[in-house]
């Protein structure tokens, strides 16, 4: 997967320093020390992010995709905005 040939470790401690200034100070559950296994999307597909776009993928650890998916995205894209 092209995402994971760019970010070989987790890259979601870094990504949340970009959004701190929204979501306050956050440490992901790996703090960036785990291998990325997944491409994650910054802009979930059902929200019409763009599946295959680099720009819109995040190589991260399960562990962060599973915290991130069930604790911040359903805030930040609620579930009807198809
Ligand atoms: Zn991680």
């Known amino acids: 997967m092209l995402v994971l040939h760019r970010d070989s470790f987790c890259q979601m401690e870094a990504w ?8 306050g100070k956050l440490t992901s559950p790996c703090r960036g ?3 990325a296994t997944m491409a994650h ?3 979930p597909t ?8 680099l ?8 562990a962060c995709h599973d915290w ?5 995205e359903p805030k930040i ?3 009807r905005l198809r």
């Open 16 to 23: 949340l320093e970009c959004w701190s200034h929204r979501l």
């Open 33 to 35: 020390f785990a291998l």
């Open 41 to 43: 999307h910054i802009v």
């Open 46 to 53: 059902r929200a019409n992010g763009p599946h295959f776009d």
């Open 55 to 62: 720009e819109n993928g995040l190589g991260v650890c399960k």
């Open 68 to 72: 991130w998916t069930a604790t911040w």
């Open 77 to 79: 894209y609620p579930l």
